[in-house]
């Protein structure tokens, strides 16, 4: 039976006593859907967020998305830290009591609430937060209290610990009423001198005392709301810099949301939760490797909603890693999955940023020289150039247009934009502008080729190099897309981009039978042709550059040792699906483990960068990596074409997993299920929610078939799932 919903550090962390679990979390535990520590002080506590507001819990910073200060490439511009309003500790004998430490700590990944438990006596105290994905301004902590076994009554206070002093922001004014306590500040450095500051407010309910009688249970709940003068915040309203009426609005929030029972607000909160859960993916026989599964598809959820139109950040949103900027990781590392099973979240949430953006990208564009939209490096308020002015990477880092065009034709070519509106309005201008970049930027001509020089890839460790194979093929798929859809919309461009498009060099050398990073890579003494991290090998995936088997597996042979095995996770990977797409199944099982098991920590299985404890904490980049090799590594699963997902599975799966189930993948409306069952060797595709698009499958030579479909592995030919359209 696969896991209900789909940790680590180090091997001596793998066994766990499960006796020692308390016993309400048992069946979570159990299931692969919660996670927990019996330290005081665990090495990383549980965070919470709904993709507006996170944080870790009881601790002094809350990041809101959208919320950035700082200067441009000077300072630069960073995710503003705001003073936490959650963060409420339990003192026991009244205000002036001993602050309690805990007994445990717990995240319950199917609800997205985190949990302190103490204990006084014969008194158990459970303390709970969830950010709310219903009401997206308001972080509730509840603090139930069990002194049924007691024979005294016994007395708690909520304290409040503080948020410190934060270096983003001025506070304006503070305020007290007896039902909450409150704050307005401003942000206090513009990202470009006429973009505007940010105005933020919070509310949080007074500190309660509450005795608690031999044999009774009670429980109270204090709200801490948050809102900004960000566009899109106040339905109807368009808010001024520093406006004051965001005070009221602060408060009439608090007001009525505090008049929604706390159940109910929970039980809304847990049913949007079901509801993103009911998109997952499952393991079958190893538990272990389904809570990481679990707990990196939390990790990148909380931080992004259809509604918030910010993106996210390698990082995501509870921390400041990386200044909150967003980078390729979006578009090619967490994306991808966003798109396949959470659709309206891909589109509201990151294609809807880059989208808002287009007049930053233009004007970084010409302040280059160049045309159309070049979308910086690194991206926060206003979307135009904030990576560190040191760093050449804000220059010459350019893929990262080709990336965005790729995240956009994936949408499309899944049919969740099934209507000319959308293509229209987004996808045809974020085309156009991205292919008129392009333009501008190549040198050369169709005798000679044309070059994109001066650059630098996705391996990083390199600077000034021409014709970057990588950069190169995303300038080529963005003139293949622009082309594609110009077509289905009958829209027009200069002819002469297609010239581009034809003859825009892609290295290969024949001799080698492999792929060149860049001009004069193989030519490079041994010492610098070190890789930082996925570079040539991301060509047959996620790309999908026409290639023979041999030069991939020449490609993946030359470059893994080559890669620095100190560089950021998401790269093994990609090295995993990249050799289980070309059979070689047992380096492909190498690298999956490689991918993942150290750059987990224990205990609520948190992603680095680099290794478990060091580089970026929450390294949703890496999680990105990791949930791309669980189905396009063991489904073989390619978005192949317009309407077209191709499934090609390896023979066998990753030791200990019987069985992986893909749930939930959004195509043209409609929601499959695919499984692959490793012990009976089948692949199986159902129709869990149909749509008004037939979806049907195909094989080589072969007639339409309808779902369910259950084909014995290894196939024969690739499968290919088919919308509007024959064999």
Partial sequence: MLTYLVFLAFESLFILRTEAIPSSWVEGYNRGSFLYSTKEKPANVPQIGNGYVATYINT???????????????????????????NLGVAYGGPTGKVLSPTAWGLDLKTAIAYKLYSVGKTNITQSWYANHAIRHAIIMTLEIDNSEGTTAETFTTVDMGGGI????????????????????????????????????????????????????????????????????????????????????CEEGFQNISAVPPKVLRADHEAVWARLWESRIEIEGDMQLARVVNASIYALLNGIRNDWA?????????????????????????????????PDIAEGSMIQYRF???????????????????????????????????????????????????????????????????????????????SEFWASRVSG???????????????????????????????????????????????????????????????????????????????????????????????????????????????LDWYGPKTDPNGPAMTWSMFCVGYLAIGE???????????????????????????AGSGTRNFITGVGGFLQSLYAGYFGLRISGYGT?????????QPGVNGIKLKGVTFYGNE????????????????????????????????????????????????????????
């Avoid at 970084?364 to 002015?389: D, L, R």
């Avoid at 060099?505 to 004069?520: M, Q």
């Avoid at 997902?645 to 799966?653: E, F, G, R, Y």
Wanted: one cysteine or more; charged letters at 20%; a neutral charge.
């Fill in 60 to 86: 002094q910073t809350e990041y809101l998305a959208g919320v950035f200060n700082g200067i441009g490439t000077k300072t630069p511009s960073h995710r503003a830290r705001i003073p936490a309003s959650s």
């Fill in 166 to 249: 934060s270096k983003d922001i001025k506070i304006l004014n503070t305020t007290k009423t007896k039902r909450f306590s409150g704050w307005l500040a401003t942000t206090i450095e513009r990202e470009e001198p006429t973009s505007p500051l940010t105005t933020i407010c919070a509310a949080t309910g007074r500190m309660e005392t509450v005795t608690v009688g031999a044999g009774e249970k009670k429980s109270i709940s204090i709200l801490s709301v948050r809102y900004t003068s960000l566009s899109g915040d106040h339905v109807g309203q368009v808010l001024g810099e520093t406006p004051p009426e965001l005070w009221t609005i």
């Fill in 310 to 342: 910010y993106s996210t950040s390698p990082g995501g949103l509870p921390t400041d890693g990386y200044n909150g900027h967003t980078f390729w990781d979006v578009e090619t590392w967490m994306y991808p999955t966003v798109a396949l099973l959470w």
């Fill in 356 to 434: 808002q953006r287009i007049p930053g990208a233009e004007k970084k564009a010409a302040k280059n020289h160049y045309k159309g939209a070049m979308f910086p490096w690194e991206s926060a308020f206003t979307g135009q150039e904030v990576c560190p002015a040191w760093a050449p990477t804000g220059i010459r880092e350019q893929h990262i247009t080709g990336d965005v065009a790729l995240a956009v034709w994936q949408y499309y070519a899944l049919g969740n934009a099934h209507n000319t509106d959308w293509l229209n309005q987004v996808g045809w201008p974020m085309f156009y502008k991205m």
């Fill in 445 to 555: 001509n169709s005798k000679i080729g044309y070059s994109i020089n001066d650059v630098i890839p996705p391996d990083e460790y390199h600077d000034h190099v021409n014709n970057s194979v990588y950069t190169n093929v995303g300038a080529r798929l963005t003139f293949e897309f622009l082309n594609l859809t110009a077509k289905a919309g009958d829209k027009k461009y200069p002819s002469h981009w297609n010239d581009i498009k034809d003859n825009l060099i892609v290295l290969l050398d024949k001799k080698r039978e492999s792929h060149p990073e860049f001009e004069g890579y193989f030519s490079l003494a041994p010492k610098h042709q070190i890789v930082k991290q996925a570079d040539v090998i991301l060509l047959p995936y996620p790309l999908q550059w026409p290639m023979d088997k041999q030069v991939a597996k020449n490609d």
């Fill in 585 to 611: 199944e047992e380096q492909g099982h190498k690298y999956f483990t490689k991918g993942y098991k150290q750059y987990v920590q224990a205990p609520f299985n948190e992603w680095w960068e680099v290794r």
């Fill in 645 to 653: 997902i191709t499934v090609d599975p390896p023979n066998t799966l």
């Fill in 672 to 727: 499959l299920t695919l499984e692959n069952n490793g012990k009976q060797k089948m692949l199986s595709v159902s129709l869990t929610k149909a749509g008004t698009v037939t979806v049907v499958g195909c094989q080589q030579h072969g007639h339409p078939m309808p779902l369910p479909l259950e084909l014995a592995l290894p196939l024969k030919s690739p499968l290919r799932l088919v919308a509007e359209g024959d064999c």
